[in-house]
């Protein structure tokens, strides 16, 4: 089965550009629009073909009176939680037991490295909820190739097709069918504490020898340059991403992640040398090894580091009222290598977060239009709250108040030539795990670049 590869510069940014300009276009108000396409989908499909196996009078249609129980399992764990991406799910959770009253849904969250071995255990004993989280392409390809989850097309009207911005089902679509809806367009960047770099008189960096000259100020001054929790593993790959999209340029790292290409190349060896260098020479204080995400993030909050390079999800983080840096972050293109192939406007990310139907949910069309909500109305709030560009065109109403650092990054992305998306998503199951455990043995000096590169051709061998 052939996934489908993440469309080159236009689709992907021709959304990014049309979404700095939704605020004024809109005519629609996202949460009842999610409502009213949601219930017409589920209406429509509410009479399945029927089949020995399945109990045709068991669906119950929207609207007659009768309550359908949809379970629904996600990495949201905390209500509570200033990320953007939670502020928009438990909105959406909220306000669809209005908008799809007939429709108990029953949530249950676990935090992200348990949500995983949480899923493949259920994914192994068949026994899924009716719709969870999931990332796309290489991670969702098994529960596609087993048939365990649902096709959307049946339930995609023109309306919804209509919205959803190009590019943003790339990595949600296999031999043709989509599995998936986007919500977000995710982008990583430099964020860069002004105050830090105002107060010890480091120049905010334009190119990478400036990055290294930075890291070197804050580790003298006994400031960590660059918060990173590597402890979880996942961090390092967005480290590691974006030297490799410097030095092999996105093109041809997108085809060595696909199989396509080698990983023994010099740009990767280059690559690869330049994140372990960084980690030797104190780039990411003294226990990034020991130092897990969250305690990374609430480092930075705090302002006691530097930089750190991660998605936009941060961004709510950052502004957040309990944050000390609030107002004191800026979002920075990661400086060009010279002598690498990638430029500037080559960025980590992309859309490839979703909630997937369990093949074996007794209520298929509920199911779909419950999925299909919570990604329509997440796309708008995940998008005021600062956490990533939409992957719906909506009504955005008054913007004045919408996080700052997003818009820098709209600003930043606006004219964008190539995208990688997240390298664990992008390969999946056991190639993400050999990702993550030889970047962690790279950032730790457990082996040399070149080692590393050629441990990563095993994967495409």
Known sequence: MKRTALKKAVGLLVSTAMIVSLAGCGSKDSGSSSADSAQESAQAQAEPESSAEEDVGSQTEPGNGEQITITLWSQFSDPNST?????????????????????????????????????????????????????????????????????????????????????????????????????????????????????????????????????????????????????????????????????????????????????????????????????????????????????????FKQGRAAMMFMGSWLNGDCEAD????????????????EGGKGTADEFHGGSGETFLVSSNTEHPAEAAAVAQYICEKMSKDQYLAGSGMPAWEADMGDTSELNRLSQEIADLTKDATGYVYWLDSLTGGSAADTLMNEIANLIAGNETPEEFCANLQTLNE
């Open 83 to 299: 990320d953007g991406n939670y502020v928009a799910f438990y909105n959406a959770l909220e306000s669809i037991k209005t908008d799809m009253p007939n429709v108990n849904v029953v949530h249950e969250g676990t935090e992200s490295e348990s949500y995983k071995v949480k899923l493949r255990t259920a994914m192994a004993g068949n026994e899924l909820p009716d719709v969870f989280f999931n990332w796309g392409a290489g991670t969702m390809a098994p529960y596609v190739e087993a048939g365990l989850v649902l096709s959307m097309d049946e339930y995609m009207t023109d309306e919804m097709k209509g919205k959803i911005l190009g590019g943003t089902l790339d990595n949600f679509t296999f031999d043709g069918k989509v599995y998936g809806y986007p919500y977000s367009v995710a982008v990583a960047s430099l964020y860069v504490n002004t105050e830090l770099f105002e107060q010890n008189n480091v120049k905010i960096p334009e190119t990478y020898d400036e990055f290294l000259t930075a890291v070197d100020a804050f580790k003298a001054a006994g400031i960590t340059p660059i918060s990173l929790g590597e402890r979880d593993l996942w961090p390092g790959l967005m480290i590691f991403g974006i030297h490799a999209i410097r030095m092999a340029g996105a093109a041809d790292f997108n085809a060595a992640l696909n199989g396509e290409a080698s990983y023994n190349t010099p740009e990767l060896v280059e690559a690869a040398k330049l994140v372990q260098e960084l980690a030797a020479r104190g780039g990411f204080g003294d226990s990034a090894m020991g130092t897990s995400e969250d305690d990374a993030v609430a480092a």
């Open 322 to 337: 309990d944050a000390a840096v609030k107002g004191k972050i800026s979002v920075i293109k990661f400086p060009v290598i």
